[in-house]
């Protein structure tokens, strides 16, 4: 089967507007190959959902299912449907991933996928093959679990993609994928900087890095949310500051989940902190970016990765961090403020499920795993306690 027997509609933009295009494959009388027809259904204005357009085919009584049909899908077959009508459909009433992630989905299938698998007989792609072909991204690009996990999960998207058109059968031995093993773990630990490193490194910033540094660093907003607020996003009165929207890769998206739209808490002497940086910044209009780029006459907020390169970082190397010194190449950026608030508030006894709210996650499990990190000292009197208890005497008298 190739593709959709009945083709698949996109939305496409022509003279007179938005309209849905259909397209299919033929078999080309003249070398018997599949190539690609379009035919204009009608504007999407008259047709508001990808049902009414099929709904119209059916009337203009379409057959694209030409008897030429080959009954053969390769993988880039499942790959071009799957961008056409998941990934990239902006009718698409489900469709409700943000644009990182449709970049993200996107390129993996065209840059990864496709080149390694796309000519292959869909059916016929083996478990042990994925398999092997993971681990030499592994041995030959270096490339971590997490990533390549990715890869297998987005290759299994696309096979219950066409699973669920009935591009393939609907059967386990149909998606290879089932079948893959790749692990998800990593090595990474995230590096956490002491109350008294964040104290050095703002006083090396200038003020809106040292401002937006320090408001990640007391309320554990993502650097994306902090660079998507406008000063009509702040209630003084209320004392919170609402997540509205997040700015990634140049462009306005939303908050990561639904638990990330929750308001963070603005204390009195952060307020503080925040009005004295609105006073001095050219933009300070409700609708202003908080942290605009004055490069781009306030247009847009300052773009992360440079905060991070040129100041952030430095920074932080200047202010002694011990991770990064001796030139190491490791991770460092705002997410590791977020690590660092996390541990501190366990370390210091907070109860998990306030900083569970304070960081805006769904699960205080995701709060414990993977952002509480327990400080050597922190371990060795909790040790100490249990020693304690166990010999019934103080670990000092012990010792002696």
């Not at 390769?74 to 799957?82: K, Q, R």
């Not at 490339?143 to 297998?152: A, E, G, I, M, S």
């Not at 009005?275 to 004055?294: G, I, M, Q």
Request: proline letters at 5%.
């Amino acid at each position: 089967m190739s593709r959709n027997q009945r083709g698949w509609l996109r939305v496409e933009e022509r003279k007179a507007g938005e309209t849905w295009v259909l397209r299919y494959n033929v078999t080309r009388p003249s070398d018997g190959n599949r190539v690609e027809h379009t035919k204009a259904i009608g504007l999407l204005s008259h047709f508001p959902t990808e049902a009414t357009a099929w709904a119209e085919v059916e009337r203009q009584n379409l057959n694209v299912n030409k008897p030429d049909f080959k009954g053969r899908v390769t993988f880039a077959d499942l790959c071009c449907h799957y961008l056409d009508h998941e990934v990239l459909n902006p009718a698409r009433k489900q469709q409700t991933k943000a644009h990182t992630t449709v970049e993200d989905y996107k390129r993996i299938v065209t840059k990864r996928l496709v080149p390694r698998f796309g000519k292959k007989d869909a059916l016929r792609i083996q478990p042990l093959e994925i398999e092997t072909w993971l681990d030499s991204l592994m041995d030959e690009e270096q490339l971590q679990n997490p990533t390549l996990d990715k890869y297998r999960r987005q290759m299994f998207l696309v096979y219950k993609h066409g699973q669920r058109y009935g591009l393939i059968p609907r059967t386990q031995e149909a998606n290879p994928l089932r079948f893959v093993r790749q692990s998800s773990s990593s090595d990474y630990e995230a590096i956490v900087i002491t109350a008294e490193n964040t104290f050095e490194i703002l006083q090396l910033m200038p003020q809106l890095e040292r401002t937006l540094t320090l408001l990640i660093a007391a309320t554990g907003l993502r650097i994306s949310e902090c660079l998507g607020l406008q000063w009509g996003d702040v209630d003084w009165e209320k004392q919170k500051i609402y997540v509205r929207r997040a700015w990634t890769r140049g462009k306005i998206g939303r908050p990561k989940s639904k638990a990330s739209k929750a308001p963070v808490p603005l204390h009195a002497l952060l307020a503080t902190f925040l009005r004295e940086w609105k006073s001095n910044t050219l933009y300070s209009k409700p609708d202003d970016w908080v942290f605009a780029s004055e490069r781009l006459d306030g247009k847009q907020p300052r773009v992360p990765n440079m905060l991070v390169e040129d100041h952030l970082r430095p920074a932080a190397v200047k202010a002694g961090v011990p991770e990064l010194l001796g030139g190491q190449k490791v991770r460092f950026g705002f997410h590791n403020l977020r690590h660092s608030l996390a541990s501190f508030l366990v370390d210091s006894g907070t109860d998990p499920k306030t900083v569970q709210d304070l960081l805006r996650q769904a699960d205080v499990q995701t709060t414990l795993k993977f952002y509480a990190h327990s400080k050597h000292a922190t371990k060795l009197a909790a040790q100490g306690q249990m020693l304690e208890a166990i010999l019934q005497r103080p670990v000092s008298e012990a010792i002696n």
